[in-house]
């Protein structure tokens, strides 16, 4: 694809409610990042996806959060029960192959979830 | 993590040259200075990376001290759309996993 696609771009829904987000990656990058983003704040590492495995899960918040990618490519994050203070934009990113320092992350748009 | 320290914020004029600097002191030698950027309600952009040379490409250039304990991020003549948060970021592989480590960046903002 042309750039990392995320889906959807906004969301809404009720505190106790479950949520998945997707990440579409570039077609061919093995490496996929999530973020979160909270409003003002800095990016929140979450978790590291090399082909369909996750060496680096050390930035989910909570058992209520996990993500898994299938084929290599696309990814879901899933948030269970939802709490107001996951309301934050998620990001997803993917770089070319596995370690190569000197590649780029591609970012995508991100999701907005609000939680009310 | 191996932490960089920038700026909160910096102001420029439109179209004079902008340096934005980053501390790295713990730096280690496989490690990569990279440099993104995020524009108002987007995700985090590519600007620049090095290893040990001073880099340029379509967008800025990047200046590693010769120690590598620090780097400046140069945008030679500012627009108004360089307003954006810069962060420095050092890349690496540790434990099996390339995560970007963002910081809180340098606001930049651009006058007319």
């Known amino acids: 694809g042309a750039g990392v696609s995320q889906s959807p771009s906004n969301k809404v829904t009720e505190k106790g409610k479950d949520v998945e987000l997707r990440c579409d990656p570039i077609?061919?990058?093995?490496?996929l990042y999530w973020y979160r983003q909270s409003l003002g704040q800095g990016l929140e590492f979450l978790i590291y996806?090399?082909?369909?495995?996750?060496?680096?899960k050390s930035g989910l918040p909570s058992d209520r959060f996990s993500a898994e990618r299938t084929g290599g490519s696309v990814s879901t994050l899933t948030i269970q029960r939802t709490q107001q203070e996951d309301s934050a934009v998620y990001l997803c990113a993917s770089s070319p192959t596995h370690g190569q320092m000197n590649t780029e992350a591609f970012f995508g748009q991100g999701t907005r979830l609000t939680v009310v | 993590d191996a932490k960089t320290t920038q700026p909160n914020s910096m102001e420029s004029n439109e179209e004079e040259p902008v340096h934005l600097p980053c501390n790295h002191s713990?730096?280690?030698?496989?490690?990569?200075i990279h440099w993104y950027r995020q524009l108002p309600s987007q995700g985090p952009e590519y600007v620049i990376h090095g290893l040990t040379s001073n880099v340029n490409n379509r967008m800025a250039s990047l200046a590693i001290a010769e120690d590598r304990k620090s780097s400046t991020l140069i945008l030679h003549r500012a627009t108004l759309r360089d307003a954006a948060v810069y962060y420095c970021i050092l890349r690496a592989l540790k434990g099996g996993s390339e995560k970007l480590v963002f910081g809180k960046g340098t606001k930049l903002t651009v006058n007319p």
């Open positions: 996806f090399q082909g369909n495995s996750a060496p680096d």
């Open positions: 077609s061919g990058h093995t490496a």
């Open positions: 713990t730096i280690s030698g496989t490690d990569y």
